[in-house]
């Protein structure tokens, strides 16, 4: 979907989220990664670990909050989208790689709260 149509307060969440994790130490090496298999939000690298960030943008945790809105599906894609990224970035096979998820609450960017669920899931 082009950066025109997206949802303005997702947007947000995205840049407060990178903001976060930026203070948090992590370095940004990519914005809404985009190819066939789907979309990465960010993309992050925590010392030598490759971080494929999904930002999910909460108003409450009906339905299962944020790591419940990523079911099976999503993670399939946001994997094979992972592994696009590697392939088009040149990035070397044994790189560790994680899948975090992290949940904004409230009104980004200045007053949300951050859930980060580091290896919010995995695959071999």
Known sequence: ??????????????QAAALHLSAAGLTLLERNF??????IDLVFLDRDILVFIEVRLRSSERFGGALGSVDA???RRLYRAARRFVAARGVALQ??????????????????????????FQFD
């Open 1 to 14: 979907m082009p950066n025109g149509t997206r949802n303005p307060a997702g947007q947000l969440a995205e």
């Open 34 to 39: 985009r190819c066939r298999a789907g979309e």
């Open 73 to 75: 599906r999503k993670q």
């Open 95 to 120: 790189t560790p790689i994680r899948f975090d998820v992290i949940a904004v609450r409230g009104e980004p960017p200045h007053h949300c709260h951050f859930e980060w669920i580091r290896d919010a």
